[in-house]
């Protein structure tokens, strides 16, 4: 139970300091890599669709701490997320960057489209030009951004194949 706590926490860390420090660094325009979507993924494929869940709903519900309007919706969304990347786990082919990245890019446009779905009430003006101006091309910098993360884990020995 310590090492899953201290495993979650590590990444919930790395997510916040990536997104505070490092984040607005890299910023291209108004798009910026989403660092708790690539740590989310990271903490799901190394520890499992568990973590993953709880170390979304962990992950989201910080978030939801600066938008109450819309509290819970991030845990929501981080929460399936987590679960959706765990369960692919053993089905993934590990040390494709291609794959990784993919990956990284498809979880950031998964979760960003769910969470604009829901925040503009489907109203097509406030739906449309976010997701074209910052959703893609912010998912598309996430997958660029994780794929040398993913592989630093990787090396690092963090990140291993399901027994």
């Not at 990784?100 to 604009?116: F, N, P, R, S, V």
């Amino acid at each position: 139970m310590r090492s899953f706590v201290r495993t979650t926490l590590g990444w919930m860390l790395l997510a916040f300091v990536g997104e505070t420090m490092i984040g607005p660094l890299l910023r291209i325009g108004n798009v910026e890599p989403d660092f708790t979507i690539i740590a989310l993924v990271m903490l799901a494929l190394a520890e499992g669709s568990f973590a993953g869940c709880v170390g979304g709903f962990a992950l989201g519900l910080i978030q939801d701490l600066t938008t109450p309007n819309l509290l819970g919706l991030h845990a929501l969304c981080k929460s399936l997320l987590g679960y959706a990347v765990g369960r692919l786990r053993g089905r993934l082919v590990y040390g494709l960057p291609v794959v990784e990245g993919l990956l990284i890019t498809l979880a950031a446009l998964g979760h960003d489209t769910l969470y604009l779905l829901v925040q503009s009430r489907l109203n097509s003006d406030e739906f449309l030009r976010p997701l074209v101006f910052t959703v893609i091309p912010g998912a598309l910098y996430s997958g660029l951004i994780g794929v040398p993360l993913m592989r630093l884990a990787d090396a690092v020995g963090i990140l291993r194949a399901p027994e």
